[in-house]
């Protein structure tokens, strides 16, 4: 997998072979950061279940102030920091622990943009969402992208808008605003 953008265009992103690990495809990944072009620089962000960390290094490739990547499969942890010291990323942290466990701690820590592209079978996308509501974690007029299964059935906060949505036959991805 290619870095498509930014001062980090074309390096490749090791991946490995995971039954858990589902990489956000290129053309989703494309789109999702052409939604984001003026709002990503300088902007701390929190990718929630990193995988193959794509979403993190594409955000720091443009010009993205921080990220930090939570992981909580050891193997596939290891594999993002592996990426991230081969390409001499410093502006990343990246957590082996299980996400809501993880959410359900930290406090006083807000985001200007999150991603959420929890695995699809696991029904933990509604309880993620709950806990950056309750904790507050993301910035007013923050960024939050969800990418899941096109058929779920997810409840959001009302105080998140709509900014852009697209669907593939079978991935419904989203990009929504935090007022």
Not at 33 to 49: A, G, R, S, T, V
Not at 82 to 110: A, G, M
């Amino acid at each position: 997998m290619r870095i498509i953008s930014g001062i980090l265009k074309g390096n490749i992103i090791n991946t490995i072979n995971h039954k858990n690990l589902r990489p956000t495809k290129n053309q989703i990944r494309e789109t999702l950061f052409h939604w984001l072009e003026n709002k990503i620089q300088e902007k701390n962000c929190l990718d929630c279940f990193a995988g193959s960390g794509a979403l993190g290094i594409e955000a720091i490739s443009r010009h993205a102030k921080h990220v930090t990547l939570i992981e909580k499969n050891k193997k596939i942890f290891h594999n993002i920091k592996n990426n991230i010291q081969r390409l001499n990323i410093q502006n990343i942290t990246i957590i082996n622990i299980d996400t809501l466990h993880w959410l359900k701690k930290i406090s006083k820590i807000q985001y200007d943009i999150i991603f959420l592209d929890p695995p699809y079978y696991k029904n933990i996308l509604q309880k993620t969402i709950f806990l950056i509501k309750k904790n507050k974690i993301i910035k007013k007029n923050g960024y939050i992208y969800i990418e899941t299964f096109r058929y779920n059935e997810i409840q959001y906060p009302k105080n998140w808008i709509v900014k852009k949505k697209k669907n593939t036959k079978k991935i419904c991805y989203v990009l929504y605003s935090s007022c």
